[in-house]
């Protein structure tokens, strides 16, 4: 069950475990959706699976729409344990291509076609090449996943299911629209923007990008893995809200050469005092750091370079961001 936290100032305020969006506006007066803006921590784990975290995954909402970044393992699952619906997501962003940010990319996108009645937004994709290839791998024509929704579009059974749900027929395969994209403006849409940043995980093997997402009533940056970057500094500049990717303790990075093209505990203090941030969320925590004991220290030792509040995510997580 998610857990509902609170963002007023440089403050985070844990309320008890609730149900989602519908829960929110259960709490008090009554929460008009358009005025909501929140934070999913879907996934906070990295490629190791532990029993609390796998993957990462994160929803964010502005209002009524919801941006979906990276879409890791199971993914979908956990957006429905966030009583949030696949249909609901009209954006999905994607950090960079290994496994643990993009595994459950067929099972989203199948999921959010399949659940549809015809009357959804689009989807639109975007991320660092080769992201359209992928797509069409997946879903095309020829993709490998394309004899499933070959059959769900001609089969009577699943025609019946579409119909049943409110769909009309014929049914209309899997489309979408996705984009290559790199540093700079990606997209820009009524009260928000997205633009994103090159950042140094493992190049030149995979093509890796940073986020940050400004709306009209603040900002955040979604770091995805990378080393210390002054791309990532400038793209950062000014957020109130910076999401770190943290792996492990500096001190062990340093010494088992992992530091390279990821972020430890003292890179993530610094990419948040350097930005200006008030809150810094550490996800994509290794088992390592996330044991009883470690996480503390990895706190105590962030405060001493960053004076801004720190939160250790969790999966299923709701942070309510920019209170007013």
């Known amino acids: 069950m998610p857990t509902l936290a609170f963002l007023i100032g440089g403050r985070v305020e844990l309320a008890r475990p609730w ?14 959706i358009n005025e909501k803006n929140a934070l999913y921590l879907l996934g906070t784990g990295t490629p190791t699976p532990t029993k609390s975290r796998f993957g990462t995954a994160y929803v964010l909402q502005i209002g ?28 999905l962003f994607l950090t960079h ?21 015809g009357r959804e937004n689009p989807l639109r994709v975007f991320g660092p090449p080769p992201t359209r290839e992928i797509i069409q791998k ?31 027929l014929p049914r209309p395969p899997p489309a979408m629209e996705a984009a290559d994209v790199a540093a700079g403006e990606v997209f820009r849409h009524g009260r928000w923007m997205v633009t994103a ?9 995979l093509r890796s990008l940073a986020y940050r997402v400004d709306t ?4 955040i940056v979604f770091a995805g893995d990378t080393g210390p970057c002054g791309e990532l500094n ?13 792996w492990n303790h500096q001190k062990t990075m340093d010494g088992d050469g992992e530091a390279l093209g990821q972020t430890g505990t003292l890179d993530a ?23 009883p004991g470690s996480r503390e220290r990895a706190i105590s030792d962030i405060a001493t370079v960053y004076q801004g509040e720190t939160v250790f995510g969790e999966e299923g997580m709701v942070l309510t961001l920019w209170q007013r």
């Open 64 to 91: 009524r729409d919801f941006l979906l970044f990276d879409c890791g393992p199971a993914a979908t699952y956990k957006l429905v344990r966030a009583d949030l619906w696949p249909t609901q997501i009209d954006y």
């Open 97 to 117: 291509h290994h496994f643990d940010h993009n595994a459950d990319l067929p099972c989203f996108l199948l999921c959010r076609w399949d659940q549809s009645t």
């Open 269 to 291: 203090a610094r990419f948040a005092r350097d930005s200006g941030a008030d809150v810094l969320i550490l996800t994509h925590t290794g088992p390592s750091l996330c044991r």
């Open 138 to 168: 997946l879903i095309g024509p020829d993709g490998a996943f394309s004899d499933d929704w070959k059959a769900r579009v001609n089969a009577p059974l699943s025609q019946h299911v579409h119909a049943n749900r409110g769909g009309s």
């Open 234 to 246: 400038h793209l950062a500049k000014g957020t109130n809200v910076f999401v770190a990717n943290c």
């Open 216 to 219: 009209d009533r603040g900002s």
């Open 197 to 205: 940043a090159h950042v140094h995980h493992v190049e030149p093997w």
């Open 19 to 32: 149900r989602g969006v519908r829960g929110a506006a259960q709490q008090g007066d009554a929460m008009d």
